[in-house]
């Protein structure tokens, strides 16, 4: 699209979309085909590579006689997915990432792999002339891909984009599988050299060294789930995923899947760092999302201002997340694989309090300047406020959705006749939460509401796009919105809500 107004179409229709109520397909079932494909990606890759490897060896056999003692013999029995050499030293001393231009003393070398904040998003390059298409897939800090790649869809993960179901959260992380394969058979049993202490990523430089701090993150989490490096494995570029969420040269979200071996049995260790709740997909308090969750109530020491840690089980998977005092989130996702063999958990084993110690640390932080979230507004207060301001005596309002973001939707009806749907909701202003006139209204305007002069933004909707109208008040921290799929709802008690000063708190 070249017309700058539609420039962030798809967002904004997400957005709106809320309102109308449409069939839908749960949540669950499109992470479970999603992960589904990711996993039959992965094996595809590592057989077809195992394959390959074993023809060779087997033909080098043949031609060469016997192999010598100091020769490896031909491969048996393949790894069941793609792994490299198990090394106890910390990632900044990985053998995968040897050769690459990213091993420099204190991280200071010319060769880092850099993201550079300033330029455009769908163009950085690396230090070393390699795209981060290569092996991640940035996204904007609404959901949408950018660059090339396969969205699998947090967090694996919904995918980058929603279809135009109004109850469908927002979904900011997109995880990628790496491009390049190991050339060494694994080994069975690492060594057990202790991790040493990892130093400060840098945090107000121009130019971001992404490998760096996701190198960073993976001894943060040593120290608390492996410090003898038995099973979490160092940062490779070249075997572990990048993902990243950027809009204009920013960095909202930053992450990594990484490695964790427990004999034969390989899982995966996930870590992202965000600069809000908008930015990660966490579906605790969602009326959609079939989550176990409950906060924890583990002693662990949590950084001064940061707040519970919210621990979910789903999908076979256990998450922790915890908000820290500047607003950024840090979501740490455990694969307890079972293993059949041993009838065991051979996945990530570590507690849940070991979890949570490793989210608490004020050391897993966004690098470079980043962008500030506003604080969170209570679901359940956003919610009684909006029934206090909408119905009124005579009329109904029956809750069909509700989400932590916060949004609210559902039925209205007077004297027991149903009306249409109203959905109340904000976004961040600071992640293009705010107002855009999108080709899907038949009209856009600004209405003056009071005798201060404030303005709200009204815009009438096409038949195709729902019909109805929406309101929109852009604040200092939220746009505040409220749709009706029918016309005759009194738009004054929309202008009431919308500006209320509740709605826009600060940080």
Known sequence: MTDPADRFLEEKLHALARGVSVPLVPTEDDVRRGRRRLFRMRVAMAGATTAALAVVLGVTSLTAGDPKATEPPPVTQPPSTVTSTPNSSPSAGSPADSGSGDQQPDGAGENQPVLDMSGDPGSQQTDDGEAPAKNATNVTATGTTTDEGTSNGPRDEPTGTHDSDPSQEPSSTVTTTPTDTPTSTPTETPTSTPTATPTVPPTQTPKVRVHQVLRYYNDVLAEHLDPDRLHLQPYSRKLDSKETTTLDGRLYALGSTYRWENGRSRSGLQVTVASGWDQVDWLCGSSLADWDCHLSTSKTLTPVGAAPAEVATHDGVRQVAVEHASGQVVVITADPTYDPR??????????????????????????????????????????????????????????????????????????????????????????????????????????????????????????????????????????????????????????????????????
């Open 342 to 507: 041993s009838r065991s958990a051979a996945g990530v084993s570590s507690t849940e309090a070991d979890l949570v110690a490793a989210a608490s640390d004020d050391r897993l932080i966004l690098p470079g300047v980043a962008p500030v979230a506003p604080p969170t507004i209570g679901v359940d207060a956003f919610a009684a406020a909006g029934r206090a301001a909408l119905v009124k005596a005579g009329e109904a309002f029956e809750q069909t959705g509700i989400s932590r973001t916060p949004w609210v939707r559902g039925e209205w009806s007077v004297g027991g006749v149903a009306r249409g749907t109203v959905a109340w909701t904000v976004e961040p202003i600071y992640s293009q939460g705010g107002f855009t006139c999108l080709t899907t209204f038949r009209s856009c305007s600004e209405v003056t509401v009071d005798d201060r002069g404030t303005t709200v933004q009204l815009a009438f909707l096409k038949s195709r796009a729902g019909g109805g109208w929406l309101v929109q008040y852009d604040g200092g921290a939220y746009g505040v919105r409220i749709y009706s799929s029918d016309r005759r709802f009194p738009k004054k008690r929309a202008y009431a809500f919308v500006t209320q000063p509740a709605w826009q708190p600060s940080r």
